[in-house]
């Protein structure tokens, strides 16, 4: 089903990983510092004249909107992807991403303009959405279709860690800003500096991301004029089984990754009265435990394959919602630890090995539109308005223990799905 490179050239390699890792690191750098700025400030500072919890679900809603786009932005680049190159498009997503990004740090508050500024608040949101439905997919298939024979998990692994590692630096930035400033100054400018600090983090990645080559699979696809006219209608005409299933195997991890990175920050502050500091330095272990994993199940998926490890995460993914507010409702450091610690194991499970098992999945004529596709839907479909229906519940029925019954729900999905799912690591592909 699948080519892979012969004999690639290591120093290649290593700029393929760094292109891939770092890039993919910058793109969702950005995207996480809106969702934490989502939760922490978004709601006073675009949407004042709303109550606080009010303004936290609309501020939450916009994070969901950007979500709306991204399978369109999944198409979009993916139809390019397959046609012109996996390159153009990965230098595209980071661009648009990046100006996205800064604009929104530039962007005056209600106070300033009215009800312009949630606008336009919801456009860049939307310009965000668009980059994030191709990012992914292309940085995975420029790990993997560079990968050398049998390791394609491995390799696929470095578009994976660039989520952990995004929300890392992201938590760390934030850290940083609000350990140096006061509240006031916090609300007033310094949310914003997170946000400008991407033009630089962008300037690093392109010039990353210039200096690698196409893959050797889209090469050979063009020297051979095997690439599909119309890649889009082909993948939904010849695997619409496998775009369901990609799809729908990450609905779970999109969505309980959402309550971690976004929510629990919004309810450890807001809810449970948790200073801000505590709560982001719980978040940065959990995503340490993620990118862990990610590297583990990534590698190991290479040997045992990757259905093992999806069926593994997902399983845990299901049992771990309930007592993971039980612990983080106690409000004791060491415990909420433990809640994002194990919650991550099974988050990582269900994510190292997805760039080797989604690229697997789809001819590499359609391959691109393929993977962008199911996991722009699978995101839309999970992690799209998570944080948004989290808060709902959580202050509708006074309780947390919905919003574990919710996990648990999107946790079953993907259980369900993953139970259908064919392994996809053949043994012509080890060694």
Do not use: C
Not at 63 to 87: C, E, S, T, Y
Not at 117 to 144: F, K, M, N, T
Not at 244 to 249: D, E, K, P, Q, V
Request: net charge positive; proline share 4%.
């Amino acid at each position: 089903m699948t080519r892979e490179a012969a004999e690639p050239d290591p120093r290649q390699l290593r700029r393929v990983a760094m292109a891939s890792a770092v890039g993919t690191t910058i793109e969702w750098y950005d995207y996480f510092i809106y969702s934490t700025a989502a939760a922490l400030v978004f709601g006073s500072q675009f949407f004042s004249p709303l109550s606080p919890a009010s303004g936290t679900l609309a501020s939450f809603a916009t994070l969901g909107v950007g979500f709306l786009a991204r399978p369109v932005g999944g198409l979009v680049w993916g139809h390019f992807g397959d046609r012109l190159g996996r390159k153009a498009m990965l230098v595209a997503s980071l661009l648009l991403m990046g100006a996205a990004t800064i604009g929104v740090g530039l962007l005056p508050t209600y106070d300033r303009i009215g009800v312009l500024a949630p606008i336009l608040l919801l456009a860049l949101r939307l310009l965000q959405g668009l980059s994030a439905g191709g990012e992914w997919g292309g940085a995975a298939l420029l790990a993997v279709e560079h990968a050398p024979p049998g390791r394609r998990g491995r390799y696929g692994l470095y578009s994976q860690v660039g989520v952990p590692a995004g929300l890392i630096l992201a938590q760390l930035v934030y850290v940083a800003v609000t350990a140096g400033l006061s509240e006031a100054q916090f609300a007033s400018w310094g949310w914003r500096l997170p946000f400008l600090l991407s033009i630089v983090l962008v300037g690093v990645g392109l010039f990353i991301r210039l200096r690698v080559a196409e893959t050797p699979v889209f090469r050979e696809l063009a020297a051979e004029q095997a690439r599909s006219r119309r890649p889009v209608l082909d993948v939904f005409r010849e695997r619409p089984r496998a775009l369901l299933i990609a799809s729908a195997s990450f609905v779970a991890n999109t969505a309980i990754g959402y309550v971690f990175l976004a929510y629990l920050l919004s309810y450890g502050t807001q809810v449970l009265k948790i200073s801000r500091n505590v709560m982001l330095v719980v978040v940065i272990i959990g995503s340490l435990t993620w990118l862990a994993g990610i590297v583990a199940s990534a590698i190991w998926s290479d040997r045992i394959g990757r259905k093992p490890f999806y069926l593994a995460g997902s399983v845990l993914l299901v049992v771990w919602a309930v007592p993971f507010f039980l612990l983080v409702d106690t409000k004791v450091t060491a415990l909420l630890v433990v809640a994002v610690v194990v919650l991550n194991v099974g988050l990582a499970a269900t994510y190292g090995p997805q760039s080797a098992l989604f690229a697997e999945m789809f001819e590499a004529r359609y391959r691109y539109s393929g993977v962008s596709f199911s996991y722009a839907v699978g995101a839309l479909l999970g992690g799209g308005f998570a944080p948004l229906i989290a808060t709902a519940l959580q202050k509708s029925t006074g309780t947390s223990l919905s919003v574990s019954l919710y996990m648990a729900g999107v946790g079953l999905i993907s259980l369900v799905a993953v139970v259908a799912m064919k392994e996809t690591r053949t043994p012509a592909a080890v060694g």
